[in-house]
């Protein structure tokens, strides 16, 4: 992120600025995965749900007073500075660079480091045949947590499919401004994050599986009001773009509650590192929906259908999910 301040807005920074936002993505999924698998350390069987929510519902709250910054400093056009060569969009790098250290240093000051599981580091092929060992001995082990990570791979391209083409369906298919995208993106925030602080102590009430079905639920329900009533105007986006968000963070924090419950005590970076790459291997179904409903109606907003399909695929999954009780 601080690399990407010298990226100037000229073409022949292109390579420069596409390589960084590679790399810094490797390093956020590496990170993510370790990231997520602390979580039985820093939570109880008890309150797991609880913590889960907090850390997703902050997140949103984060993004949001890290967006407002943005906006504001936009509107003030920048003080003056000069942002002819993409300074305004450097500074954002810079910023995020900071934002990530000064909130990345508590977990590395407060966070005590978990006992290594002791397995020997292997070459990239030889990775690929423990990761089918590790599928296999899940299959015979612990057949509904690798049930889980197939449905969950589902469902969450789904959910990756909603943020990447929200944008796109407000300001094609609804006619939003750039301005009314932003003010959308955080009122969607502040929803999602609300939703998600008070769906922790739901998950711990009524259990994580019931959670994600339920918002699942919610989430296909919203998504096709948008879609086949969008014709009464900007207003139908508008509540049921914030229904969807209401139930996203949910199904987000539950989705690592439950697989911090059921992953085998001492595998839960295992566990986490199979919930990235099955959710990577399936990374392709919400694009190609979200195009096929396009290309097949000739309207973007039937695209939505797409994106709802591949929710809804993971919706049926995640019902033959079966959570041991306790």
Not at 64 to 73: E, G, N, S, T
Request: glycine content about 12%.
């Amino acid at each position: 992120m601080v690399g990407l301040f010298f990226v100037e807005a000229s073409p022949a920074f292109f390579a420069l600025g596409v390589g960084l936002i590679a790399l810094g993505s490797v390093f956020s999924e590496i990170a993510g995965v370790n990231y997520n698998a602390l979580i039985t350390q820093v939570s109880t069987p008890a309150t797991v749900g609880r913590v889960s929510g907090l850390g997703w519902g902050l997140g949103y709250v984060g993004g949001i007073v890290a967006l407002v910054i943005v906006v504001i400093a936009d509107g003030a056009d920048w003080w003056g500075m000069d942002t002819s060569n993409g300074m305004a969009y450097r500074l954002i790098a810079l910023g995020c660079a900071l934002w990530a250290v000064v909130f990345a240093w508590p977990l590395f000051r407060y966070v005590p480091e978990a006992p290594a599981a002791g397995r020997e580091p292997v070459s990239l092929l030889a990775g690929y045949a423990r990761l089918w060992s590790d599928l296999m001995g899940l299959w015979r082990d612990a057949r509904s947590t690798l049930w889980f990570l197939l449905a969950s791979a589902i469902y969450r391209d789904g959910l990756a499919g909603v943020f990447t083409f929200g944008a796109i369906i407000a300001a094609v298919a609804f006619g939003f401004e750039p301005t009314e995208v932003i003010i959308f993106g955080i009122a969607a925030n502040l929803v999602a994050g609300v939703a998600t602080l008070f769906a922790g102590m739901v998950d711990d009430r009524i259990g994580p599986r019931r959670l994600i079905l339920i918002s699942l639920t919610g989430m296909v329900i919203a998504g096709l009001a948008v879609a086949f009533l969008h014709e009464a105007g900007a207003m139908v986006f508008w509540v049921g773009g914030l229904v969807l968000c209401l139930f996203v963070g949910p199904v987000q924090a539950a989705s690592r509650s439950l697989l911090a419950r059921v992953s085998p005590p001492g595998r839960e970076g295992e566990i986490f590192g199979l919930y990235a790459t099955t959710g990577r291997a399936v990374s392709f179904l919400a694009p190609a929906l979200w195009t096929l409903a396009i290309a097949l109606t000739g309207a973007t907003i039937w695209g939505v259908v797409g994106i709802i399909t591949v929710v809804a695929l993971g919706l049926v999954a995640m019902l033959f999910v079966k959570v041991p009780t306790g």
